[in-house]
């Protein structure tokens, strides 16, 4: 499935006393691997929030392989695990700059109509999209 590569340079704040980021973070370097994909696609969080659609995770699992480090250019890679539903699936690889295998992760997100805050279907634009790429 469809899969991109986000860079993300590891900031001092990110980081404990040994200089090795914090946990916690990787949560964020998932979330901006997300938009970025999202992004790549023709759209944004901000335009589908705009168009009525919320993405709430509902699940996060996170793999710990090796530490990232201060000042590390890490790649996330965010890959697409099936077309969505009702909940959208993505697979993350992290990288360093050797290429080092880092984090493996997988999120799950629901697709909620804004204003009823109900569950919905992916929107057509977005499943119409992913499949003139495929």
């Given amino acids: 499935m469809k899969n991109t590569d986000t860079n993300i340079r590891v900031r001092y704040g990110e980081t404990d006393q040994m ?3 914090y946990y916690g973070n990787y949560a964020q370097y998932l979330e901006q691997g997300r938009t970025e994909w999202l992004r790549e696609l ?3 969080y901000k335009w589908m929030e705009a168009n009525n659609v919320h993405l709430p995770v509902v699940h996060l ?3 710990y392989k090796l530490p ?3 000042d590390d250019l890490l790649t ?3 890959t697409l695990k099936q077309i969505p539903s009702v909940k ?6 992290i990288y360093n700059e050797s290429k080092q295998l880092l984090v493996i992760a997988t ?11 109900k569950l919905m279907k992916a929107p057509d634009y977005l499943i119409e999209r992913l499949n003139e790429r495929s």
Avoid at 88 to 93: C, D, K, S, V, W
């Fill in 42 to 44: 023709g759209f944004s």
């Fill in 76 to 78: 996330v890679r965010t």
């Fill in 88 to 93: 959208i699936e993505f697979i993350y690889e």
């Fill in 19 to 21: 200089g090795v980021v």
């Fill in 68 to 70: 990232a480090f201060y």
């Fill in 61 to 63: 699992s996170i793999d």
């Fill in 107 to 117: 999120t799950v997100l629901v697709f909620v109509n804004s204003t009823t805050k």
